[in-house]
């Protein structure tokens, strides 16, 4: 099994910065994390989830979102079992809850149905 749990989100105004943490547990995870690709979501409300990031388990490829390509960058430390995400030049259109994901595999992709596991969510509000 493979717990996730996000920190790190918070009320910024436009134009702030926000690293997201997202810390990986579970003797599955810890023994195999190179075979885990990890993935940032988000979901704003009364809106589908939207992909944001992945990143392999070497952290030697990554994949964004077209239209948050420059501002937002996703990186991992597996010494410390852990991805990040750093948003930068925020505006009030990144307000939404970001859920950290994981699944086992090195093909990234943007599709949500395609992780397996998933943590519970940091909110981020941007006030303008």
């Known amino acids: 099994q493979v717990q996730l749990v996000e920190s790190g989100g918070g009320l910024v105004q436009a134009g702030g910065t926000l690293r997201l943490s997202c810390a990986a547990s579970?003797?599955?995870?810890?023994?195999?994390?190179?075979?885990?690709?990890m993935a940032w979501f988000r979901q704003a409300p009364g809106e589908e989830r939207e992909f944001v990031a992945s990143?392999?388990?070497?952290?030697?490829?990554?994949l964004y979102a077209d239209s948050l390509k420059g501002r937002f960058a996703v990186s991992r430390d597996n010494a410390k079992n852990t991805v990040y995400l750093q948003m930068n030049s925020l505006n009030p259109s990144d307000t939404a809850v970001y859920y950290c994901?994981?699944?086992?595999?090195?093909?990234?992709?943007?599709?949500?149905?395609?992780?397996?596991?998933w943590g519970q969510g940091t909110q981020v509000t941007v006030s303008s």
């Open positions: 579970g003797r599955t995870f810890t023994s195999y994390k190179m075979g885990y690709k």
């Open positions: 994901a994981a699944a086992p595999g090195w093909i990234l992709t943007g599709t949500a149905s395609t992780y397996d596991y």
């Open positions: 990143i392999t388990g070497s952290g030697s490829n990554t």
